[in-house]
């Protein structure tokens, strides 16, 4: 291999080097790390007097024998989890493209005013009479939520998409109970979040698939055949996982009404239009809102996630406790269904406290940062990123549906890699060896390999036309069948292919090379 002056490789395609053993078990930058469990040694970093307290005082319950917590000093606890951090790959360290999942970027803005004490120090059990900031901060949100969406309530505590869809659900079940109705039956499109059918049969219906169209959207028609007197609610995703507006919904919502059922409308893709559609207007029962996802706050291991359900006037009654309201003496949580105000029903709660304040303040950060005109500035800058990528990549990757512009997503399939040998799964972890993280592969189900992409709008063009030319390069190679980068992909990441199911199922954890014991072997 040729390096060039800045000691880089040079030249692509080029073999990659035999692996060399370390001594120490790392590799440059790369360090193995193993558990903190693994890597105590008796040191202490910090110095605690004796225990003072008698044995009465803890009643007999002391501890006899040593709690077996790992010993290390604080520079090597901070380097465990640095060196853990940097495993990560984040959407601080490069482009997500993770379709459906919306990566976008957490302004440090949001991060800034979480971290006010006034907001970051609250506890959930303060008196309220001491919290009227935070209460506000939550009434502002839901005043912008039900703006946003035109829906009249909201329901604030589930604490993800999937939390919201159970909340819809449940809030859906009661205000049929209330009827003296019972329909087990939900109608579910099969390009569906997996979640949904899911949630459906966790709140315990029974799902009923609803197939597509050749052009990606629901079957209106099969859709209307399926209504009966048994069935409760659809759960449709607007704009769908294909990326594609539903445009036939209001025909759709209509005929679910009539049947007597209700609308819930997966809302995970609301980025691509708050701002633009009120889902309300559309004829939308239940939505939940993914603060996570469109309103820019920290995903998973980033931070907790947070699924406020936005209900119309038939299903509003219902929303769970606790309930916000203005009273004499200012905002009030009402925690108790007993004290509910005239006409609302609780169903019940979705969890302990309120929700995930630290999201509330972020995602509000986000509104008031950007203003309703920067909101749907958002959602018009992450169609035309997507409408990009589309354009850009669809003569030389397949677009099932690239006759006509997306929304907030690209998807492809794999048709272009027939008969070279390279499977939707090849190419994805080819990415990673180009340092981009993988796109959503085989989801939704109804295309054949499916390479579901999402850039949103933080990307600038320059990063969109980097990305686009990686992958461009990679999809002329494995159609002209040059296939080394692909066989075995990733070659240069961390961990070589692993089998997913064990890694997930089965988890090596343990390893940590110590070169002492080596030598003294
Ligand atoms: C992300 C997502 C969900 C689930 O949301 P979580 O917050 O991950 O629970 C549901 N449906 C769709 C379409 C999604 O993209």
């Known amino acids: ?49 004796d225990v003072q307290i ?22 090597e606890v901070i380097r465990h989890y640095v060196r853990l951090s940097r495993k990560n790959y984040a959407i ?66 589930p604490k993800a998409g999937a939390h919201g869809e159970l ?40 799902v009923d698939e609803v197939p597509a169209k050749p052009n990606g959207r629901v079957d209106a028609e099969a859709l209307k055949a399926k209504l009966g007197p048994d069935v409760a609610a659809i759960m449709l995703t607007n704009p769908n996982t294909c990326g594609l507006f ?6 759709i919502a209509k005929a679910v009404h009539e049947a007597g059922a209700y609308f819930y409308c997966d809302g995970a893709n609301f980025n691509a239009i708050a701002g633009k559609v009120r889902p309300g207007d559309l004829g939308i ?31 509003a009654a219902y929303a769970p406790i606790p309930l916000l309201v203005a009273g004499e003496n200012g905002l009030r949580l009402i925690e108790d269904a007993a004290d509910a105000p005239y006409g609302a029903k609780p169903f019940g709660r979705m969890c302990a406290f309120h929700g995930q304040m630290g999201m509330f303040t972020r995602a509000l950060t986000y509104m008031l940062s950007h203003g309703r005109d920067g909101v749907r500035q958002a959602s018009e800058d992450a169609v035309l990123s997507a409408n990009y990528i589309l ?32 499977t939707t799964l090849d190419f994805a972890k080819a990415m990673i060896d180009e340092g981009y993280h993988p796109m959503t592969m085989y989801f939704p189900l109804v295309v054949h390999g499916a390479m579901l992409i999402e850039p949103t709008e933080s990307e600038s063009k320059y990063s969109l036309d980097r990305f686009i030319h990686v992958l461009h390069t990679l999809a002329t190679e494995a159609r002209a069948k040059q296939t080394a980068r692909f066989a075995g992909a990733p070659h240069l990441a961390p961990r070589r292919r692993l089998d997913e199911t064990a890694a997930a199922r089965k988890p090596v954890l343990r390893w940590r090379p110590n070169p002492l014991k080596a030598a003294a072997e």
């Open 285 to 315: 029962d239940a939505m939940h809102i993914n603060l996570h996802k469109t309103f820019s706050t920290p995903h998973g291991g980033g931070g907790p996630g947070s699924g406020p359900v936005v209900l119309s006037e038939r299903l």
């Open 167 to 206: 909340c819809g659900l449940l809030a859906i079940r009661a205000a049929i109970a209330a009827r003296g109705e019972t329909r087990p039956r939900i109608l579910v499109p099969e390009s569906a979040h997996g979640t949904n059918p899911a949630t459906a049969a966790f709140a315990g219906f029974t």
């Open 54 to 75: 008698s044995d009465a005082r803890l009643g007999g319950a002391r501890r006899k024998d040593a709690i077996g917590l790992p010993g290390l000093s604080e520079p």
């Open 92 to 157: 601080d360290s490069g482009l997500y493209p993770l379709g459906s999942c919306t990566m976008k970027h957490n302004p440090r803005l949001n991060e800034k005013i979480a971290r006010l004490p006034g907001f970051g120090d609250l506890h959930p059990l303060a008196p309220q009479s001491t919290t009227q900031g935070a209460l506000q901060v939550i009434s502002q949100l839901m005043n912008w939520l039900t703006t946003l969406t035109g829906m009249p309530a909201v329901a604030m505590s």
């Open 246 to 251: 539903e445009g036939e919904i209001v025909d």
């Open 391 to 422: 354009a850009s990549l669809k003569d030389v990757m397949s677009a099932p549906f690239g006759d006509g512009p997306c929304m907030h997503e690209a998807l492809f399939d794999d048709s272009f890699l027939e008969g070279t040998g390279v």
């Open 1 to 49: 291999m040729s390096m060039n002056n800045q000691g880089r490789p040079s030249g692509s395609g080029e073999a990659f080097p035999a692996s060399i053993a370390t001594i120490s078990g790392d590799r440059g930058l790369d360090h193995e790390e193993g558990l903190i469990f693994e890597l105590g040694h008796g040191a202490t970093g910090v110095d605690l007097p």
